[in-house]
């Protein structure tokens, strides 16, 4: 389990703020504006019929460039679905660079706060997706700087009422968060915890929502933590002063611990047929935030979020899944 972290608690901030359950007004018509902090990537994705063997030479049978990147991928369905939302991070110098931007912007994605690393090359992944299994094998390569604190210092608060971060560079973003909680006391803070990486624990507290990949949990709490991930998630209660907590849960679904109650698995709601898992947690993260902007209550909004990864599992990109969504009345 990771280690208590040695530092302030920020107990006034969430006393002070109404509990995320009471916050429902104005149901579906509700907008937020969004910031999301973390990175943008350029993803060659090649699908083939079975996933290939070590050393192994195969044809693809279909290949599609986009903009990637799970903060990305997460703002990209929260603009998609009607929030006014704003990307802060880093891009290179290079065509790699023109073509997310190009993507985000499409999105309606502003994109004013990036910052050009000029020496840098834009980070990509080289995707495998298997059609045998929908299974997506990412080799991820990076060069660029993260986004600093002081540039996220630039970034005025007042006009957003949810800033989401994905869980990295952590003295950078451990600055970020003590910024948001000092100034714009106001705004929801979502995280996301995909990779355990060092001082992680110091980005728990303040939090609203505390967004958890499989991964994350397995990597921590070793492989018995399948045999009970909501015995892992409670003991993060301890840790992260966060009022609800999402541990998704791949194919079976995502596990909700709200503060003060007891864990409990929302069942996937799995497509017919599973093409294209790539970004399904990118966009069980959006689902939920989406739903509490709203002012849906962490159980519902979780629901929602669980179908619309669902959705997305069923079909290839995440182009068109939220008029889907709203077609099928998500
Ligand atoms: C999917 C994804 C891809 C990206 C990779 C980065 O969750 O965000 O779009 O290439 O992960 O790790």
Redesign the pocket.
């Known amino acids: 389990m990771i280690k208590v972290p040695k530092r302030a608690t920020w107990g006034m901030r969430l006393n002070q703020l109404p509990p995320i359950e009471q916050a429902s007004s104005s149901g579906n018509e509700s907008r937020g504006r969004i910031l999301g902090v973390g ?1 943008a ?1 350029l ?1 060659l994705i090649n699908t083939v019929d079975v996933y290939p063997a070590e050393d192994a030479e195969v044809r693809a049978t279909g290949q599609r460039q986009t903009c ?3 903060c ?2 997460t703002l990209t369905l929260l603009a998609d679905l009607g929030h006014a939302c704003t990307w802060a991070g880093t891009l290179a110098n290079d065509p790699g660079a023109a073509l997310i931007h190009a993507d985000l912007r499409a999105h309606g994605i502003d994109c004013t706060h990036a910052i050009r690393c000029p020496g840098g090359t834009s ?3 080289c ?1 495998t997706l298997s059609q045998a299994t929908g299974s ?1 094998t ?1 080799v ?1 390569y990076r060069d660029l700087p993260d986004l600093s604190a002081a540039a996220f210092a630039r970034i005025p608060l007042g006009r957003f009422d949810w800033v989401h971060f994905e869980g990295r560079n952590p003295d950078e973003t451990r600055r970020m968060l003590e910024r948001c909680r000092r100034e714009a006391p106001q705004i929801s803070i979502s995280l996301e915890l ?1 990779k355990l990486r060092p001082r992680i624990e110091t980005l728990l507290r303040g939090l609203d929502l505390l967004l958890i990949a499989r991964a994350f949990a397995l990597e921590d709490g070793g492989p018995g933590t399948a045999a009970d991930p909501g015995a892992w998630l409670t003991g993060l209660l301890s840790i992260t002063d966060a009022r609800v907590l999402v541990l998704g849960w791949g194919a079976q679904g995502a596990w909700l611990l709200k503060r003060g109650s007891v864990p409990r698995l929302v069942p996937a709601r799995p497509p017919e047929r599973v093409v294209d898992t ?2 399904a ?2 966009t069980l993260n959006a689902g939920m935030i989406d739903g509490l902007v709203r002012g849906l209550g962490p159980a519902e909004a979780l629901g929602q979020a669980v179908a619309l990864a669902g959705l997305k599992c069923g079909r290839a990109g995440l182009d068109g899944l939220a008029a889907a969504a709203r077609a099928q009345g998500l």
């Open positions: 990175v990537t993803d990637g990147g799970n990305a991928n980070p990509s992944s995707i997506r990412i991820h995909e790539l970004g947690g990118d």
